[in-house]
């Protein structure tokens, strides 16, 4: 069937006759394609991309498959997290993850939801990756995410991952961090969001 035209005998042959020239940003994206088989075709038994031509990370200088963090906007939101969480220890910065992506911040839970932390790697029941999204992560002059964008956010979706999306324009409306917190707080923990404490 078609689904043995992924990868095929054929292409791996041309791959292999380029050695070890081949551009980075194009060995991303064959990563990419091939987590994709594997995360949305869990049924797929073609050929495989060898280990060799996989990448070990999507964020790089510059063509990338993912959008570098803005550093403003992610101090700001760095900074409501740790009054949120009470400190610093509770949450990773730009983690990278076994599938190559890189994520802004991660946040572990317990089976209860109290939070762990963030060196902690027993009995972890859910990971939280906050895609904190500047300006350059999406479209021009719209709120629509950029492709390679929305399609991280369904690999670490289809990952496990609970994907808390913090857009630029919804956070820098806030006025202070009393705002700030309320926002993080009702975006991270609805399920348990209260004002006061």
Not at 21 to 44: A, H, M, N, R
Not at 86 to 99: C, D, I
Not at 137 to 151: D, P, T, V
Not at 176 to 192: E, G, R, T
Request: net charge positive; hydrophobic share 40%; aromatic share 12%.
């Amino acid at each position: 069937g078609k689904d043995k035209l992924i990868f095929s005998p054929y292409f791996l042959q041309q791959l292999q006759a380029q050695g070890t020239g081949i551009d980075k940003f194009v060995l991303s994206q064959l990563t990419q394609l091939f987590l994709t088989v594997k995360l949305e075709c869990p049924f797929y038994e073609g050929s495989k991309l060898l280990p060799k031509y996989q990448v070990k990370k999507f964020l790089m200088l510059g063509r990338s498959l993912e959008t570098p963090v803005d550093p403003h906007l992610y101090n700001r939101v760095q900074s409501g997290l740790i009054n949120l969480l009470g400190a610093r220890m509770y949450f990773a910065s730009k983690v990278l993850t076994p599938y190559c992506y890189t994520l802004d911040v991660e946040i572990k839970l317990d089976e209860e939801g109290f939070v762990l932390p963030a060196t902690h790697h027993e009995e972890i029941f859910k990971r939280i990756a906050l895609c904190i999204d500047g300006p350059k992560r999406f479209c021009a002059n719209s709120h629509n995410l950029l492709g390679k964008e929305a399609i991280k956010q369904r690999h670490l979706q289809l990952l496990g991952y609970e994907v808390v999306q913090i857009p630029y324009f919804k956070f820098e409306v806030l006025q202070n961090s009393d705002d700030i917190i309320a926002y993080l707080h009702k975006k991270i923990f609805p399920h348990s969001f209260r004002l006061t404490w």
